[in-house]
């Protein structure tokens, strides 16, 4: 049996003694290393010293385990092995490799702990320790929470060391020259005589050898890649129309099919008619699947077509049919009974502050929909003694139990072939779609099934990210901000993912919190409360998740606190950054980059937000201006400091796509209900930002802080940004996302 059946069931209850003190899983676990997954059927004459590099006659391969999902994650991995192996980049091939224990992301704990990001004491580096040693024990493989970086940077670059100096001892073995006389370039060991010896004629000599530990890294000032400009390993594909994403794969054999299950999600389905649709052309089987229907048809078209020909009789929803009961759940939310942590108490928010202006406020941001531009897609193959899946997927391991539990294979005879995914924002995280295609697989084994989903079932079927309402009080005197009081009521989204994998969620869900109470200003009185509501839709993981808007519901009161107080908000906020240097520098980096201060014309007005989220401080200024015809968005300028950046172009690309996705988001989306049903069928009506509104971005990222990756953090402070810059374009304060429900754009 796997560990990861093992293990999973019981993970997090583990994960709430270990942070209670206690230790419930052996120490011998937590030190030993998992087995190299390579060496399983390696041919002979090849190599593997650790399970990211594999040589053979095909050349050298880096096993990139962290799916790339349009952020470049490949060639981020393949870049940290490549430096330390000496391999010409674009020299060698790539793969995602088979999920194992040994991909377990080292990365995760620093957000799991309920720890401040600068927090280095003692007992806090101890709750990291503890909460890395479960994920190790449970073999944690997966993508998200911007960890990829901050998990691939040291292990994967000791990883091609290790390479390196293993295929060093293997020519030394060979040729009689001392290691120390040997060098490395270009995907070779190079003699004193200026002979070079390739790794792959050096790959079955290398084999015979214990793989060389304790090596040393390279100096940073001696790297050829990190650091430096890169081309991106999939440009060339991705730029010519090549076949690469799930969608685009063929299997001989296959059939191809289309879902439709419950718009009401989690809802039955009671009854269907599919007399229409039996006669349609192309149709060839329609069967049932829990929740809903398949159809197998020619093309996947012909499936979709046949699907709409369908009559259906869904059940209801187990959450408010109409979209204003979702917003009075909320409201009635701020109780002693649905809080579910007080993440902050300092001072005294509720005491009287003689001489003091007080402020209260509501904010409101709405479900949102995921919508990547590869609808989601799977093929599953179900045999007698395997099962096959290939689709882009964030938890692979995950991905192997669920699947398992609906065809009775044990989860390590699910062979999971992980595919480049186009875009996925916390999407595939999810395992509906996998599911549907195995149960449609286990109506035809032996025969490849290929599903995929019309766009406007994915909008149907999403878990979108979480409805919030936050309340705030705070109070200024004498020019500045001296109380913060900030309340949170959200569904947890951790609770609802977990949910839907059988599993608790013990103690308190951090994203009712994130983006507020890891902010590093020192308030005189400051207090963040979450509250857990239930009841309402399931939600998922949305990039950035609780930060994105928690960020605007934090930076926007904040904002008006300090309008109130007559003081700069720049200043103010660097006044007030007393817990974390480097956020200090990250908000005077904005200030300089963008001339804050400068004259603007009029109708002009700019607005700050900085948001700490995934360890990463993120400053933004947006600039607007108030045109006849609506706010034009003009400029926008980031600072954000991931302690040590890779790659510049794509760190530079990956943070204006945040930027664009959080402000489009802001301005134009929305998830609602009627009936229980996502008013919302396509982008039509949950609309991205147009080029032609897209603003002039420029970044900068900085290095001071621990390594950490960018892919979220751009997205919490863009929404405050912008809305504080429209208050000061036009003296309007916007309290609720979308913003296009009260302003116009141009």
Known sequence: MSKLKTFTRRAFLVGSAAVAGGVAFGAYLVVRDPENPNLQNLPEGAASFNPWVRIDASGVTLITPHVDIGQGAVSMQAALIAEEMDLEWGGFNVDFGRPAPAYWNTAMAADG???????????????????????????????????????????????????????????????????????????????????????????????????????????????????????????????????????????????????????????????????????????????????????????????????????????????????????????????????????????????????????????????????????????????????QVWTG??????????????????????????????????????????????????????????????????????????????????????????????QIAAPSAMRSQMARLGQPLPGPDGQLAAGIWQQPYGFENVRMRGYAVEGLSPVSSWRSVGASANGFVGEGFLDELIHAAGADPLAERIRLCTLDDVSRRVLEAVGEMSNWGEALPEGTGRGVALVHSFGVPCAEVVEVTNTENGIRLDRVWVAADVGRVVDPVNFENIVKGGVIWGLGHAMNCEITYTD???????????????????????????????????????VPPAAPALANAIFAATGQRLREMPFWNHVDFV
Not at 333 to 362: R, Y
Not at 406 to 435: C, M, P, W
């Open 393 to 486: 997927h964030q938890m692979p391991r995950f991905l192997q139990q669920q699947v398992a539990a609906i065809t009775g294979h044990d989860a390590d005879q699910v062979v999971f072939h992980n595919q480049y995914a186009g875009g996925s924002f916390g999407h595939r995280l999810e395992f509906d779609y996998v599911k549907q295609a195995t149960r449609v697989a286990m109506q035809l084994r032996g025969t490849p099934v290929k599903i995929i989903y019309s766009r406007e079932s994915d909008f149907a079927q999403d878990f979108p990210r979480q409805i919030t309402m936050g309340r705030a009080r705070g109070a200024v005197r004498d020019g500045q901000v001296i109380s913060y009081d900030t």
């Open 113 to 387: 702990a309920p720890v401040l990001p600068w927090d280095d004491s003692f007992g806090a580096r101890a709750m990291r320790s503890t909460m890395g040693g479960l994920l190790k024990v449970m073999g944690m493989q997966g993508t998200g929470g911007s960890s990829s970086t901050p998990d691939s940077f040291v292990k994967l670059r000791e990883a091609g060391a290790m390479a390196r100096e293993t295929l060093k001892s293997a020519a030394s073995a060979r040729t009689g020259v001392a290691v120390a006389n040997l060098r490395t370039e270009a995907g070779a060991v190079h003699l004193p005589d200026g002979t070079a010896i390739s790794y792959t004629d050096l790959a079955a000599e290398a084999a015979q050898i214990d793989p060389v530990q304790d090596t040393p890294l390279r100096d940073p000032s001696t790297w050829r890649l990190i650091g430096h400009d890169m081309p991106r390993l999939d440009i060339e594909a991705k730029s010519t129309g090549q076949p690469m994403y799930g969608i685009d794969l063929e299997l001989p054999g296959m059939v191809r099919a289309s879902v439709r299950v419950n718009p009401r999600k989690g809802g039955s389905l009671n009854g269907f008619d599919a007399t229409a649709a039996e006669a349609m052309p192309g149709v060839e089987q329609i069967l049932e699947i829990p929740g809903g229907v398949a159809v197998i048809a020619t093309n996947t078209w012909y499936a979709m077509q046949a699907l709409d020909a369908i009559s259906y009789d869904w059940g209801p929803a187990d959450y408010p049919a109409e979209q204003a009961a979702h917003w009075a759940a909320l409201e009635d939310s701020f109780t002693e009974e649905t809080l579910d942590k007080e993440w902050l108490n300092s001072g005294d928010v509720e005491a009287d502050m003689p001489g003091a202006e007080v402020l209260e406020a509501e904010y409101r941001a709405p479900y949102v929909a995921h919508q990547p531009l590869e609808p989601l897609n799977a093929i599953v193959l179900v045999e007698d003694d395997s099962v």
């Open 676 to 714: 229980g049903i996502a008013d919302q069928t396509n982008f039509h009506s949950h609309e991205g930002m147009r080029m032609h509104q897209v603003p002039e971005i420029f970044v900068r990222g900085l290095e001071n802080g621990g390594v950490r990756g960018i892919g979220e953090p751009p």
